[in-house]
């Protein structure tokens, strides 16, 4: 019987640890959390507007944008926060003006990327373009 209890008390153990490991990795993921809710092209301030949510300590967190290659009419830029460490406390939310300086081409279909599965995808019209037909 002592062998039966002690193979019971080690496979709760396992499944506590298990349970915790779990719930630490949920957290941690929700601690790094953010998302580009949507962007679009602004011709006025020739920039991309895109909506930002996140979870921080502070509203006043920065985002900016490494460009990748252009390759057939498209770029990859990824956002970058300038407080990905900060401690995920409230959510918050922010509209921001994302340059196009230092990208690679125009016109072209920009793809703006934050974290593995969060993107939206805009057209960039080459710098001047007017918008009248």
């Known amino acids: 019987m002592t062998t039966t209890g002690n193979s019971r008390t080690g496979l709760l153990k396992i499944l506590q640890r298990a349970a915790a490991a779990l719930a630490a990795a949920t957290l941690a993921g929700a601690a790094l959390g953010s998302d580009l809710r949507g962007a679009r092209y602004d011709p006025a301030t020739d920039s991309i507007v895109v909506e930002v949510a996140y979870r921080g300590t502070n509203p006043r967190h920065e985002f900016s944008v490494q ?15 300038s407080q990905w460490r900060d401690e ?7 509209f921001d003006h994302v340059g196009l300086e230092g990208i690679p081409c125009r016109a072209a279909r920009v793809t703006l990327r934050m974290g593995r599965t969060s993107h939206a995808t805009v057209f960039v019209p080459t710098k001047g373009a007017s918008d009248a037909s």
Do not use: K, M
């Open 67 to 81: 460009w990748g290659p252009c390759e057939n009419g498209a770029v990859v830029g990824r956002l970058i926060d």
């Open 88 to 94: 995920a406390v409230r959510p918050y939310r922010l």
